[in-house]
C-alpha cells in the first residue's frame, strides 16, 4: 500500500506540484508507515519534502507543514500513519488550508476509511487518495449483476466477505482447472481483476507467494468515490 502511495504521487505530480511526506514525531522514531513510504519515495528518485510534528502540536497548524507548502501548484499531502487522533488532526488542518486558498491532495493508507471520529465528508473535502487491496466499484455491470444474484438468492445484501469469497472461489477454481495440480507453479504468472478484490501474485524469500495487488480510490471533490483501477 505505502509503496503505491508513493508512486501514485508521484504519478500525478506536474510542474509546481509540491510532494510532502507527514509524520508523527514519536520517541520510538520512525513508525512502519512513515519508513515504508519514505524508501519508496527515496527507491523511485522522487523530489519530496518531509514535516514531523508530535500529536499536540498537531491540534493546531503546525509550522513545519505550512512551510513547506507551495501556492504554485497541488500540495500532495501524504499521509504516513494510521493513528486515528493523527489523521483526524490532519484532515482538519487541511481544511483550513484549502480554506485558505492552498491546493490539496492527500494521500493515506486504506484504514483510514475505518476511522469513526472523521467525517467522511471531510475525505472529498481533502481530494483524499487512497490505495487498498479491498474495494467494489457499485457503478461497475459485474459487479451490478453480483448484488442482484446474491439478493435473489440469499434476501440480503453482500458483505465484503461474500465479494471475497466470490472472488478467492473463481480464481483458484479457474487456476485449478486451467493447470490442474500444477496451479501453485503458475501463481506469479496468473493475474486477475474479481470484484473486490486484484489477484498479483509474487515470490517472496521465503518460497510462498503473496498477492500484491492494489486497487486505487479517489474521494473526489465532487462527492464521488471513484475506482481509479
Known sequence: QYADLAAWAAEDSERGDQIILVTETTS????????????????????????????????????????KLTRGGVNRIIVASEKESFVSDIVRNLGILI????????????RVRTFETVDGSLYHQDDLHICSPYFADYDAANVKSFVRSYRALYRTEPSQFAFQGYDLAHYFARLCAKYGSRWTRALDRETATGLHTDFHFVKVRNGSYQNIGIRRIQYGTDYSTTLIR
Do not use: C, D, H, K
Not at 31 to 53: H, K, N
Not at 99 to 110: C, E, L, N, T
Open 99 to 110: 480554506g485558505r486558498g492552498y491546493r490539496i491532495a492527500m494521500y493515506a493508507p486504506s
Open 28 to 67: 520510538n522514531g520512525a513508525t512502519a508507515p512513515a519508513a515504508g513510504v519514505r524508501q519508496a519515495l527515496l527507491a523511485a528518485g522522487t523530489s519530496f519534502e518531509s514535516a514531523s510534528w508530535t500529536q499536540a502540536q498537531g491540534r493546531s497548524l503546525p509550522a513545519s507543514l505550512t512551510a
